[in-house]
């Protein structure tokens, strides 16, 4: 017999043991997981038997856990059949955390495809080779065993195909906002410039203000988020005044952040998150921090592997994306470099580091790059500028200059002149006739 009817069905028993010990840990888990697999698409038998008996009490608004669920396996005479009481433990510890879920569930649907597809081909094998019956119809059946394969558990679940006039009727949904706006839950933006060039600080700033109510452009109060900040680039010496300043700065405006607002992890010895033991660690602190927001770079540091590989670049962006899913949607802030400026070029390209694929991940990208105003240098203004197609409309500004109290003042009309930092106020400039009311964003209250 061929080696093709008696190797081993793709299968993955520990990603299996994964998503049951996801079930056992996390209601959310549970439901997540529902949507993805049946119990079918299990290779071992025994997690058929978990899977089933955990639906069936979640049916019954029966809480789900190691012991709870031995329990009905044992008052069904199953729990010997599926490894003891001791077995339901091992599969808790083969899940990092409970938010992948979903992820291990997708790799177990996956390979239940695989299999079907195998069962398929090899029934219309046997039946070719048995030649039994008119060859059209045996080509049929053979087509539409491969269509069942590829169906299997999904159809029911298919939305009935939408029409135009009825996709046009429907209401457009408001973004659910982090901050208005500006970044809704599961929009990422990256901001790159230079060495030097004022990132951090831009991506710090948005962060505290809006932990502190505050919106980071705007002299205008928000509805106050948690954030967390994951710094792989400074040390907590260099991050804390910085840190320390923006906090006396929000509290000067009468929004002090108050505590469990803002997490801040710097790793002492370096965030791999193509490593595993990396990407749990610091899934495991997201999940426990629930963040609005995360700022987290640069990007170029948070993996080992050579930066211009998509292989380096696709497992980041998976590890990320895993960070948004364990948060629950957070809006995500991401600080990468540019490349160095080309000879004989005035203005150095902003477009991240490393892979291509970069380009068309995040919902927005910026970069930070030296103005050529009159008096730039001197004001340090910027120009903000997009390298990435946005999505969606953001009331994004123009420019940048150095702030006062902050470090950075945004400016809504390129080509106003900025206020000087730490020299003159906004309202006495404009009653000077120096710049327009509007140069700045305004007062407005949001939220």
């Known amino acids: 017999m061929s080696d093709d009817f008696t190797r081993v069905p793709p299968q993955d028993l520990d990603a299996e043991q994964a998503v049951l010990g996801a079930m056992l840990l996390s209601k959310d888990a549970i439901l997540e997981v529902i949507e993805i697999v049946t119990s079918a698409d299990f290779y071992k038998p025994a997690h058929q038997t978990v899977f089933d008996t955990v639906c069936s009490m979640v049916v019954r608004g029966e809480p789900c856990d190691?012991?709870?669920?031995?329990?009905?396996?044992?008052?069904?005479?199953?729990?010997?059949?599926?490894?003891?009481?001791?077995?339901?433990?091992?599969?808790?510890?083969?899940?990092?955390?409970?938010?992948?879920?979903?992820?291990?569930?997708?790799?177990?649907?996956?390979?239940?495809?695989?299999?079907?597809?195998?069962?398929?081909?090899?029934?219309?094998?046997?039946?070719g080779y048995a030649a039994d019956g008119d060859p059209q119809e045996i080509a049929e059946r053979a087509v539409a065993d491969m269509q069942a394969a590829r169906d299997r558990g999904l159809a029911d679940r298919d939305a009935p195909p939408l029409d135009l006039v009825d996709f046009l009727a429907q209401a457009d949904d408001e973004p659910d906002w982090v901050i208005p706006g500006v970044l809704a839950r599961w929009d990422r933006l990256m901001v790159t410039a230079g060495e030097g060039g004022g990132k951090s600080l831009l991506l710090r700033q948005v962060l505290m203000r809006a932990a502190a109510g505050l919106h980071p452009f705007k002299r205008a109060k928000i509805r106050p988020?948690?954030?967390?900040?994951?710094?792989?680039?400074?040390?907590?010496?260099?991050?804390?005044?910085?840190?320390?300043?923006?906090?006396?700065?929000?509290?000067?405006?009468?929004?002090?952040?108050?505590?469990g607002r803002v997490t801040v992890e710097i790793p002492e010895r370096g965030l791999d998150l193509t490593n595993p033991a990396d990407r749990s660690w610091l899934a495991r602190r997201v999940e426990r921090v629930k963040p609005d927001l995360i700022a987290i770079g640069p990007l170029y540091k948070l993996a080992l592997g050579n930066p211009n590989e998509e292989e380096t670049a696709r497992g980041l962006m998976s590890a990320l994306e895993m960070l948004r899913t364990v948060s629950g949607g957070a809006a995500m802030l991401i600080e990468a470099h540019s490349p160095h400026a080309a000879p004989g070029v005035k203005r150095r390209d902003l477009r991240p580091i490393g892979s291509s694929l970069w380009l068309r991940w995040p919902e927005f990208g910026f970069g930070l790059s030296p103005a050529s105003d009159p008096g730039a240098e001197e004001l340090r203004l910027m120009d903000w500028v997009p390298w990435r197609g946005s999505r969606s409309v953001r009331d994004w500004p123009e420019q940048f200059c150095e702030g006062v109290t902050w470090p950075w003042q945004a400016i809504q009309y390129r080509g106003n002149a900025p206020i000087p930092a730490g020299t003159i106020t906004e309202e006495q400039a404009v009653a000077a006739g120096l710049i327009p009311e509007q140069t700045f964003w305004d007062d407005q209250q949001i939220g």
């Open 225 to 259: 988020v948690k954030v967390l900040l994951v710094d792989v680039e400074n040390s907590a010496d260099q991050a804390r005044p910085w840190l320390r300043k923006m906090a006396d700065a929000a509290a000067e405006e009468g929004e002090p952040i108050p505590a």
């Open 66 to 127: 190691p012991i709870t669920v031995a329990g009905k396996l044992d008052q069904d005479g199953n729990l010997a059949r599926v490894g003891g009481a001791s077995y339901l433990h091992t599969l808790v510890e083969a899940v990092p955390t409970a938010a992948n879920g979903a992820y291990y569930a997708e790799r177990v649907r996956d390979l239940a495809l695989l299999r079907g597809v195998i069962e398929a081909g090899t029934r219309a094998v046997q039946l």
